[in-house]
Nanobody
Framework: QVQLVESGGGLVQAGGSLRLSCAAS????????MGWFRQTVGKEREFVAV????????YYADSVMGRFTISRDNAQNTVYLHMNSLKPEDTAVYYC????????????????WGQGTQVTVSS
């Protein structure tokens, strides 16, 4: 049915960059807002960024503002997370998620999730 597949994670030094991708299938991609979340050991999954289906507006967590950029290609059913100036505290498993709501940051409101991709930032 609905499938979200993340890719692009890896190991990078502090100050470096990575681009994560999430390919979606089984849903009307253009009518879903797409979010990125992350989770570290011992912590709950937290909001990182979202791009809305309604206008393509983008919103970010304070911790990544100015460093990360979320974008989407509706023709390819793909959402991206460009991560710059990475810090060790950005180390986490990053998850792609989809919601039919316009703009929401709550994990509980996203019914569809990818499997996650590991991002490790060394100091």
């Amino acid at each position: 049915q609905v499938q979200l597949v993340e890719s692009g994670g890896g190991l990078v030094q502090a100050g470096g960059s990575l681009r994560l991708s999430c390919a979606a299938s089984g849903l009307a991609f253009s009518t879903f807002s797409m979010g990125w979340f992350r989770q570290t050991v011992g912590k709950e999954r937290e909001f990182v960024a979202v791009i809305t289906w309604k206008s393509g507006s983008t919103y970010y967590a304070d911790s990544v503002m100015g460093r990360f950029t979320i974008s989407r290609d509706n023709a390819q059913n793909t959402v991206y997370l460009h991560m710059n100036s990475l810090k060790p505290e950005d180390t986490a498993v990053y998850y792609c998620a989809a919601t039919p709501l316009f703009y929401i940051r709550s994990v509980r409101e996203y019914p569809y999730w990818g499997q996650g991709t590991q991002v490790t930032v060394s100091s």
